[in-house]
């Protein structure tokens, strides 16, 4: 038993021994390379105007996981590396910006969203107000976040604006100097909220109801004359009244309303030019001061608009309810509630946006 015991032990320390020298048929591995990581360098600015010392947080859009952060500098640009591939959340938060309308240093009271694509080639992210309206308007769970459905709900805010041809994401907004037609409407976006006596995340982060939007719109177009020193003129030849806009934001040139008997037709620069028809009834009362009376008036009447986008024939079109209930012809009108329709009622107003 002793000598059986022996050789076991014997056999045991060759095999061991064997294997330690690299013999019989073991194989050495070889580590392996993490592949490398494809980053993409995204910068952009965050405007509310220019808004210094916020938080830049990018997020994986599929699940909400962070993958960079950063901060805004003086004027509110940022750049930053993400080091992943695929469709992301930037969200700015905190911070501080000079309101337009108040010349006020005011911290950012609401987040700021937009929605972009990394793939290893450099992107730019500009994210504002009006790009969170987009975001909550196509995402108004916070799920289901994609580029392209924010590309989309981005180019018909932008029209719907007055912005046709804008890139929310990546035209920088100039709201001091010489101020392009992006700075124009965040300006107006501050006139608003300061008229009304609201806060940002009131029209950015809710998603406004089809009343909501009309009674928006209408103000919204008050405020941009106000914000942009806007001038509106009437004139009155026989059966013809004329009303022409003059100020920044109408690209330089005068807008024009002539009405004459039940058609009325606006020219200008950004005006219209689209293929859609949307048919409009507005119902309510009107109110208009004349000679330092004030006259109320029921309303019940139908319009039908062409020349705006196609397809556009909703609340959520800026530029539909600004000709409806602004300085377009139905003064006094902001306070009327209106329907749409793809078509048109019979012996409805005509207006024609050229």
């Excluded at 007055?162 to 100097?177: A, E, R």
Aim: aromatic share 6%; glycine share 12%.
């Amino acid at each position: 038993m002793r000598t059986h015991l022996a050789f076991t032990f014997s056999a045991l320390s060759a095999a061991t021994l064997l294997v330690a020298c690299g013999g019989g048929d073991s194989v050495a591995t070889t580590p392996t390379t993490p592949a490398p990581v494809t980053t993409t360098t995204v910068s952009g600015s965050a405007v509310k105007g220019p808004v210094d010392g916020a938080t830049v947080t990018i997020k994986k859009a599929s699940d909400g996981t962070v993958v960079a952060t950063t901060k805004t500098g003086v004027g509110g640009a940022y750049t930053v590396s993400v080091p992943f591939q695929g469709d992301v959340i930037v969200e700015v938060t905190g911070g501080t910006y000079t309101d337009e309308a108040t010349n006020v240093t005011t911290p950012l009271s609401a987040p700021m969203k937009s929605v972009l694509n990394v793939s290893g080639t450099a992107v730019t992210g500009v994210v504002t107000p009006l790009t969170t309206m987009a975001f909550t308007t196509s995402f108004p769970t916070g799920t289901g976040v994609t580029s392209a459905a924010f590309k989309t709900a981005a180019n018909n805010l932008a029209t719907q604006f007055q912005l046709t041809g804008v890139d929310l994401t990546t035209t920088t907004p100039v709201v001091t100097g010489t101020t392009n037609a992006y700075g124009n409407a965040l300006k107006a976006v501050s006139q608003y909220l300061k008229d009304n006596n609201t806060t940002l995340g009131a029209i950015t982060n809710q998603t406004l109801t089809q009343a909501e939007w009309t009674n928006f719109s209408g103000k919204y177009s008050a405020a941009y004359q106000t914000a942009n020193g806007q001038t509106v003129t009437y004139s009155i030849d026989g059966n013809t009244i004329t009303s022409s806009v003059t100020g920044a934001g109408v690209g330089g040139s005068t807008v024009t309303t002539t009405t004459t008997g039940n058609n009325t037709t606006v020219t200008g620069t950004g005006v219209g030019g689209g293929t859609g028809t949307c048919g409009v009834n507005a119902t309510g009362n009107i109110s208009q001061t004349i000679q330092g009376q004030t006259i109320n008036a029921p309303v019940n009447l139908n319009v039908c608009v062409t020349g705006i986008a196609t397809g556009s024939c909703t609340a959520s079109n800026a530029q539909l309810n600004q000709t409806l209930a602004g300085q377009q012809g139905l003064a006094g009108a902001v306070n009327l509630t209106y329907t749409y329709s793809a078509a048109c009622a019979a012996g409805a107003i005509n207006v024609a946006l050229l």
